[in-house]
């Protein structure tokens, strides 16, 4: 991408969009585009047709989608796989449409067999069984590969499919209900700890092992990819290590100063046992991950403490 290129970031205002944008803003790209959920509804064909008619796009980095943890997903199916299927068509067709050099989709790791082998390569994709509290949003996931790697071989386009594990940094979802474990343990163990309670309530048996990767890595990382990956095929982002659930409450406990009970909950549902991703690939073309997962949850956990906790009082 030439600096001066034009750049759409679909979801600049979330996690991952957000990181995309400072590491674009920091590498020096002056031409970049976004727009708000309020300002364009990706679900809307016309709309986003009109959007990269007008705006003559380039490049885009497609982190807009509706994203939430397991309850969330198991809760409400039917949004996860409509609000996904229609952002994610209506993007890459509008992309084709108006002609944009190359696009970047965003997958996640749900996208492999429940059961897989472990670590999770690349080819395990639509191998076996999904889980199930995230299947509608996998399978949805899955028709976006599908539909970059169908446009690709039918129209010649240059669009790229990235599979990020489980994610966390500034302007995360810290809603109890919503997000995924990271930001929600943030938030439980800091409340706990104000409010002095005795114990802190965690989803599940504890014993589920995820793999945590920084969303400010993810963004150097797809900056890399958009520079210098070509393949139809998937590839994987991770930091290539994973802990227990158990394991990550006791880390934030010990970054937020809490040393109360950990109560497990257990009418929660686990999930998958285990997605620890192989990240071969992405260390063959020269790029690894840089945040230390300690290190990364205390600077996320100072970001929580200013933008949430500062802005509540
Ligand atoms: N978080 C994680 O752990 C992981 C995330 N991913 C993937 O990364 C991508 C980004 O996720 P993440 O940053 O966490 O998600 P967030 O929920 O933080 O951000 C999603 C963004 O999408 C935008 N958006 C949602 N619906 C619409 C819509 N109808 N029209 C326009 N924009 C919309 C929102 O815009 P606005 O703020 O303006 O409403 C928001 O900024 C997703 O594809 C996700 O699947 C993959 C693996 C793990
Ligand atoms: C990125 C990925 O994220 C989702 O999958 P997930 O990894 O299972 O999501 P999660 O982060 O919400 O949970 C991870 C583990 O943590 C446990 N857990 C404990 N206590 C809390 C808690 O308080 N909140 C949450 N959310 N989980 C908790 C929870 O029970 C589970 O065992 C997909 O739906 C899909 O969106 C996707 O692709």
């Not at 670590?119 to 539909?147: D, F, S």
Request: charged share 25%; proline share 4%; with cysteine.
């Amino acid at each position: 991408m030439d600096l001066g290129a034009k750049i759409y970031i679909a979801g600049h205002r979330g996690l991952v969009g957000s990181a995309i944008l400072r590491e674009l803003q920091a590498k020096g790209y002056t031409n970049l585009v976004y727009r708000t959920s309020a300002e364009l509804d990706l679900r809307k064909f016309d709309d986003v047709v009109k959007f990269f008619t007008a705006e003559k796009i380039d490049y885009v980095f497609m982190a807009a989608a509706k994203v939430g943890g397991i309850v969330a997903n198991n809760e409400y199916p039917a949004d996860f796989i409509r609000d996904n299927l229609l952002i994610q068509t209506n993007v890459i067709d509008a992309a084709y449409k108006s002609g944009v050099t190359k696009l970047l989709f965003l997958g996640s790791t749900c996208i492999y067999p429940k059961l897989a082998p472990q670590p999770l390569k690349e080819e395990y994709l639509l191998t076996g069984e999904l889980e199930a509290t995230n299947e509608p949003y996998a399978i949805a996931k899955i028709a976006g590969i599908k539909m970059c790697q169908s446009y690709n071989r039918q129209y010649g386009t240059r669009y790229i499919s990235v599979m990020p594990t489980n994610l966390y940094g500034p302007n995360d979802n810290f809603d109890l209900e919503s997000s995924h474990v990271m930001p929600a343990l943030m938030r439980k163990i800091y409340e706990a700890k104000v409010n002095q309670s005795p114990q802190v309530e965690i989803w599940g048996t504890g014993t589920p092992k995820r793999e945590f990767l920084h969303a400010d890595d993810l963004a150097k990382a797809c900056l890399f990819l958009m520079n210098n990956y070509e393949s139809n095929d998937i590839i994987n982002v991770g930091v290539g290590e994973d802990i227990s659930i158990k394991e990550l409450a006791e880390t934030i406990q010990r970054v937020v100063g809490y040393d109360g009970e950990l109560l497990f909950n257990t009418t929660k549902p686990d999930g998958t046992p285990r997605k620890l991703v192989d990240v071969t690939k992405i260390s063959n073309l020269g790029w690894k991950a840089e945040i230390e997962l300690e290190a990364g949850i205390r600077s996320a956990y100072q970001w929580f403490i200013e933008h949430h906790v500062a802005v509540a009082k």
